[in-house]
């Protein structure tokens, strides 16, 4: 495994830990939504920690492949809530299936992962989000028994929808687009970079 993938956990551990330590400072509760509680009652604020899986399809620049695949990880953050507007950040590490032949290339991304702000308006146990920030991420090109890696950093974008299902549990749908940018790749002889949506559902834990 690359330095990079990780200091990109790293970097995310840190996320996690400055979540837990902010866990100590007053924010709403918890409380179960039950038909018997106020509608205005469930607090989307404080740190959280879940899992997501979803596909991935995009394409290659300069390179006629388009790697496709299905992608799943896990993803810790933290939100702020005043009224209804809701603030944090999130980051996420996934490993991907996503890849693409056409002969003599083959091109595929192993993992990739985010550092994201989240900005959103929640009614009641129901929040609409957009997010955007930093992605990075691995390139990995095939010909001729030959192979070349390359990890790249970029952005990404994308927005979602997240739903308090049940006492500190909550269901989320979320689509990102990542840029992740060109690299020189000796075996294609031009600068190779990987553009690719993502859709998938997870779940989250909120402490």
């Not at 993992?111 to 930093?134: C, D, E, H, K, P």
């Not at 990404?156 to 992740?180: C, H, M, Q, R």
């Amino acid at each position: 495994m690359s330095r990079f993938i990780w200091r990109a956990v790293a970097l995310i551990a840190l996320v996690w830990a400055v979540s837990a330590q902010a866990a100590d400072l007053p924010y709403g509760s918890h409380a179960p939504y039950t038909v018997n509680q106020p509608l205005n009652a469930y607090s989307w604020a404080g740190p959280y920690l879940g899992g997501n899986l979803g596909y991935a399809w995009g394409s290659v620049d300069n390179n006629v492949t388009k790697p496709s695949g299905f992608e799943g990880g896990v993803q810790a953050g933290y939100n702020w809530q005043q009224g209804p507007w809701v603030f944090g950040v999130e980051g996420d590490i996934q490993a991907t299936g996503a890849d693409d032949t056409f002969a003599p290339w083959k091109f595929s991304n192993p993992w990739f992962g985010t550092v994201r702000g989240r900005a959103g308006y929640a009614i009641n146990n129901i929040l609409f989000y957009g997010t955007a920030g930093l992605a990075f991420g691995e390139l990995r090109g095939e010909t001729f028994g030959l192979s070349e890696t390359h990890t790249d950093a970029g952005w990404t974008a994308g927005f979602g929808a997240e739903f308090g299902f049940a006492p500190n549990w909550s269901a989320k749908i979320e689509f990102l687009y990542v840029d992740l940018a060109d690299s020189n790749f000796t075996i294609t002889g031009v600068p190779n970079g990987y553009r690719f949506g993502t859709l998938r559902a997870g779940v989250n834990y909120h402490f």
